[in-house]
Nanobody
Framework: QVQLVESGGGLVQAGGSLRLSCAAS????????MGWFRQAPGKEREFVAA????????YYADSVKGRFTISRDNAKNTVYLQMNSLKPEDTAVYYC??????????????????WGQGTQVTVSS
């Protein structure tokens, strides 16, 4: 059974940093693409970042480029999202997702097969 478990969310002031973790289990993820999405109240879930596990190639939404970094630890089967220079508009529930088929585009929610339960990130002004 595939499980994606996010952690690391919390309350931070604008300009601060947080690191989210996504622990993956239940199958081999080396051929997958892992993504982070977020959903703010009253808004649709949107793409944040993705990484192809085998190559390490990364993708970012324009809104987070230069501030967020996605990475993975093969030994720990964990994907990270380092978030710096946080803004109040980054406030959302952040979800980890796995695309076992590495489909395109990476920004499309429907291309992801498994989802975590989400972790809340709140940025105060």
């Amino acid at each position: 059974q595939v499980q994606l478990v996010e952690s690391g969310g919390g309350l931070v002031q604008a300009g601060g940093s947080l690191r989210l973790s996504c622990a993956a289990s239940g199958r081999t993820f080396s051929n997958c693409r892992m993504g982070w999405f977020r959903q703010a109240p009253g808004k649709e879930r949107e793409f944040v970042a993705a990484i192809t596990w085998s190559s390490g190639y990364t993708y970012y939404a324009d809104s987070v480029k230069g501030r967020f970094t996605i990475s993975r630890d093969n030994a720990k089967n964990t994907v990270y999202l380092q978030m710096n220079s946080l803004k109040p508009e980054d406030t959302a529930v952040y979800y980890c997702a796995a695309d076992i088929g590495r489909r395109s585009p990476v920004t499309k929610k429907a291309n992801y097969d498994y989802w975590g339960q989400g972790t809340q990130v709140t940025v105060s002004s």
